[in-house]
């Protein structure tokens, strides 16, 4: 059985994947997770963001489901279109923050077509075919079988929706993935202790991103799961890989 740190003590999940470990994790750097993530992408992280919206194409009378959304900054990007938008997360902690952020209670009232909801990817807490696409942005690598959690997408998909990811990827260039890794392996680390509340769980992201699947591993994992029309473009020169599908029409 996994041990649970206490509140104040740093949760560092490992390459295992354990949900509770992750999800304490999470729950700790909660508060200052966005700004944490723009410092460490050198601003990068807003443009990655943009790129999804723009590849989902929310529009008026859909009903989207946002995975590993975290604080709710992509389901509230999504949720701007008018479209009904679920924001879900495994850590209770990212999700108070996103319903303390965008929430009733929130300044202005909130935004009013945008949900939150606790659930783990693995076995979602939704009918078949409800939503008319699904996005995750930076979460799958995160679940301990993320297989099985492309599967449950494609469950809750209506027939002829997609699916976009957005994932930390394997740079093409040997002479840009080589100083990315020196980034990763030296400047992140650092720069993450003086930033972060937990610096412990930058260190298991870093490890996270290594050992995630290349551009064409990932694709083939979605083929596998069901989806069609599967593609891809790198965002960053490969930092980043946009992969989208299609639920096959009836």
């Known amino acids: 059985m996994a041990s ?12 295992r994947k354990d949900p509770s470990r992750v999800s304490g994790m999470f729950d700790q750097v909660a508060a200052g997770y966005d700004r944490t993530n723009t410092v460490l992408s050198l601003g990068n992280d807003r443009f990655w963001r ?38 879900a997360d495994f850590s209770p902690g990212m999700i108070a923050e996103g319903q303390r952020r965008y929430g009733a209670g929130a300044p202005g009232g909130g935004i009013p077509n945008l949900s939150f909801v606790q659930a783990d990817a693995t076995a979602l807490p939704f009918g078949d075919e409800e939503f008319d696409a699904v996005a995750i942005s930076f979460g799958l690598r995160n679940v301990n079988d993320p297989k099985k959690a492309l599967r449950e997408m494609l469950r809750v ?14 740079p093409p260039s040997a002479v840009f ?36 699947p290349d551009q064409a591993g990932l694709s083939a ?5 069901g989806w069609t029309d599967v593609a891809h473009r790198n965002l960053s020169m490969g930092i980043v890989a946009l992969h989208r599908a299609t639920k096959r029409a009836r």
């Open 177 to 212: 993935g080589g100083l990315y890794r020196i980034y990763n392996g030296v400047v992140l680390p650092v720069v993450a202790k003086v930033v972060s509340s937990n610096a412990d769980a930058y260190d298991y992201l870093n490890e996270s991103i290594r050992d995630w």
């Open 221 to 225: 994992w979605i083929r596998e799961a």
């Open 157 to 170: 998909t209506k027939p002829g929706g997609r699916l976009v990811i957005a994932e930390f990827s394997h």
């Open 4 to 15: 649970h740190p206490s509140e104040h003590e740093p949760n560092r999940a490992d390459l």
């Open 50 to 87: 943009a790129a999804m919206t723009r590849t989902v194409a929310p529009r008026r009378g859909q009903r989207i489901l946002d995975l590993a959304a975290g604080t709710g900054v992509s389901s509230a990007s999504l949720a701007r279109s008018g479209a009904d938008v679920v924001a």
